[in-house]
């Protein structure tokens, strides 16, 4: 364990309603679920990892995977009080639910926030129908900014993703679009440039010449755009692609970035408990097995050695506005300091104007933020 900071839970509700053309999760599509018996395996797994971190209180808790919004609220209020009596609840603990901006999730809402949820992730994706189609979304935008206005009624905080750099969208397009999505005054806003991720349907249409991939230069300005765009309206990036007004960001996304521990339970999870990185199994059918064999859905416990920990700490760490301190990540791993990165590398990129080094804080500049990857590349070492 990392002393007594506050832990973070990732639930994973692994069931979709419909297909996705960008996932990899499409396995796992359901028209119905035995509600009673996966709310029983999931409430094991919970004690399971409770057992192994005791002492900890809970700061964040995240139900994420496939349609969590479609879990029963019963099963979202029994989870969040066995989380509670397990670990006991940080006094300002935040409790986030991904959610479909469907009217069928969004009739859930009031009564996923009554069972204790107080901030909702939803997957706008778009504010275009065309481009909701070509995303392979069901909504449309009308049933979309519903779902959203319900949602700010609802919810303390309130989150919503959108996808730019679409095929043909120009920075006039993005620049509107990014308008409208910051009048609606959510405080966080998570924006990500289209990834053709191996093995979807986009994958398969660029292969065949269908769709093309966006010209990096293009990615580039579009970038810069939704970083001066967002700033300007009062949420500036606070990680490479997550902008938040002030005391807003995610924190438990924070967990993961700043290389804190965290519990996952449910099928296909992670988590990092300690120097220890654990994974549940995958398949659902597999996961129910092993919790009926073993009380719980551990797949592998793997140790992770000091040099394992000091680079994922950097590759999570420097994507922060932030940065990262490399003194705290010295004593988390047991490595020196200066063996953390290339020297060589750190002063010739930051004389370029990509990175920052005081003291011992490392962080990467907003040109940096362009050409992350291989900033990454040349640094950890």
Known sequence: MTGHSPLALYIHWPFCVSKCP???FNSHVRESVDQEQWRTALLADLAHEAALTSGRRLGSIFFGGGTPSLMPPETVAA???AAERHWGFADDIEI???ANPSSVEAAR???????????????LQALDDEALHFLGRAHDVDEGLAALDTAQRVFDRVSFDLIYAR??????DWHAELARALSFGTSHLSLYQLTIEPGTRFA?????????EVDPDHGADLFEQTRAQTAEAGLPAYEISNHARTGQESRHNLTYWRYGDYVGIGPGAHGRRGALATFRRKKP????TAIDRNTHGIESETPLDPRDRAREALLMGLRLAEGVDLERIAAMSGLAADALTDADAVARLARQGLLQRTDSRLGVNDAGMLVLDRILAEIVV
């Open 204 to 212: 398969t249409l660029v292969a065949q010449g269908k769709l093309p």
């Open 79 to 81: 989870l969040l009080d």
């Open 285 to 288: 059918e597999n996961w129910l």
């Open 109 to 123: 809402f009031a009564d996923i926030a009554a069972a204790g949820v107080n901030r909702v992730s939803l997957g």
């Open 167 to 172: 095929p043909g969208q120009t920075l006039d």
């Open 96 to 98: 986030t639910l991904e």
């Open 22 to 24: 960008y996932c990899d």
